[in-house]
């Protein structure tokens, strides 16, 4: 259990790293997926409900060192992200890829817009159907590549509940 | 739910402490977080073999002939005298698509301080943004935070030409896709193809730094200025060896260089 929870880390830093080196080849029109934010709402939706907002802001931190916003902005919007994918958790089918999208698509948008605003807060030269865009754009790609980050985690970290099924031979 | 409210909002005061903790404690731990060691280019091993040696020998002297050519062309060209130092980009990214930052192997022991400027053969590349000891952050051209004082002019060299009173603007990147110069009257005879320079007017950047060149121009919605699209000079992608320039940012200046 503790070795699953370990390599989870270490995956979670592994994306993280891969989203820094990587971000010059899956760059696109200057936008590319935001696995870390995938890695943050698994967690918000798999894990316990501490852990899971913990390990979000974790991520966030660890987002917001590898970048030149402000330290702090990232791992306050993943928490804001975990806890909307907390809110969600019992009402969603989490297993399946287009649930995980659709849970994406709304969140990475919201937080996209978040960036814009501190950006814009810090006087960047920004315009609305622009800065809409790239936010449609970014959440799109960063919800296609969460089903992928969601099975690559779901086989480190164990399921918050297990279901199990019998089937029972009808009697005669 | 309801359970998990106080920790909701601990992590979020907890964020926002973060957020407001000084950007030169924040970035200084960053830059140490990331790039921990002294200088990222590793010192040739003695114990190699001689034809190893004598490649990175060679290698090593391709790149000492690139940093002359590169400070001896700034200095021939430029038309004011800037103290310069040579470095090299080891890594460009970020891993906030809204960003656009690059990492040079000089820091403050090399007496690089933020707001400095940095180009490549080509033109400015950005400005240092962030320094530890031994690396800096640049903010690259393309940023959406980074505007430039800048002058247009057809025929203009170096920022100066006699016969032609250049048209002064701001450079900027909106939303980061692209360059634009703003704030150029209608009236100023700005063709394609003319060529941008800084302005030097603030203090903090050279004059005659070449930034990019006119690629298309069109009357903007205001009817009173040009919407002028530029093709930047240096090689933002694929720039390696680099030149900062060494002028002291001047106190008491505008956020705009």
């Known amino acids: 259990m503790i070795r699953r929870r370990v390599l989870a880390v270490v995956a979670i830093v592994l994306l993280a790293g891969i989203q820094l080196i990587g971000s010059r ?148 | 739910m309801k359970r998990n409210v106080p920790w909701i909002v601990l992590l979020l005061l907890l964020a926002a402490v973060v957020y407001t903790l000084p950007d030169a404690l924040t970035d200084r731990l960053r ?56 470095a090299r980009i080891f890594f460009r990214g970020d891993t906030s698509d809204w960003r656009r930052t690059a990492y040079i192997d000089a820091g403050t022991e090399q007496g690089v301080t933020p707001g400095m400027a940095i180009a490549d053969a080509h033109g400015l590349l950005g400005l240092v943004a962030a320094v530890s000891a031994n690396h800096s952050r640049i903010t690259m051209l393309t940023d959406p935070t980074l505007k430039i004082r800048s002058l247009v002019a057809p025929g203009l060299s170096n920022g100066t030409n006699p016969g032609v009173e250049p048209s002064q603007g701001v450079v900027e990147s909106p939303d980061g896709n692209g360059l634009k110069m703003l704030f150029i009257p209608i009236a100023a005879p700005v063709q394609t193809g003319d060529p941008v320079y800084t302005s030097g007017r603030a203090g903090r950047l050279p004059r005659g730094l070449p930034i990019g060149w006119v690629q298309r121009i069109a009357p903007a919605r205001d009817g009173l200025t040009h919407d002028i699209s530029l093709q930047p000079s240096a090689r933002l992608r694929s720039a390696e060896q680099v030149v900062v320039f060494l002028k002291p940012p001047m106190a008491l200046e505008g956020t705009t260089p």
């Not at chain 2, 990222?40 to 990175?56: I, K, L, M």
Request: include cysteine; charged fraction near 15%; proline fraction near 6%.
């Open chain 2, 31 to 86: 830059l140490s977080s990331f790039w921990p060691t002294g200088t990222p280019s590793a010192a040739p091993d003695n114990e190699t073999n001689g034809a190893f040696q004598t490649e990175q020998l060679r290698l090593e002297n391709a790149d000492l002939r690139r940093r002359l050519h590169l400070l001896s062309r700034y200095r021939s060209d430029l038309s004011e005298d800037v103290p310069m130092l040579p």
């Open chain 1, 25 to 172: 080849f899956t760059d696109r029109f200057g936008v590319y997926p935001d696995t870390l934010l995938c890695a943050a709402l698994f967690l918000s939706v798999r894990v316990a409900p501490t852990a899971g907002l913990a390990g979000a802001w974790g991520i966030g931190l660890l987002k917001g060192l590898g970048s030149a916003m402000p330290l702090g902005l990232d791992a306050f919007l993943f928490t804001l992200a975990a806890a909307a994918g907390l809110a969600v958790r019992d009402k969603m089918f989490d297993r399946h890829p287009v649930s995980q999208f659709l849970l994406t698509l709304p969140l990475a948008f919201g937080i996209n817009m978040g960036y814009a605003l501190a950006l814009a807060a810090d006087g960047a030269s920004l315009t609305v159907a622009g800065c809409a865009g790239r936010c449609l754009f970014s959440a799109v790609s960063t919800a296609l590549v969460a089903p992928l980050i969601f099975a690559l985690l779901s086989k480190l970290l164990p399921s918050r509940s297990t279901e199990l099924r019998i089937r029972v031979p009808a009697e005669g």
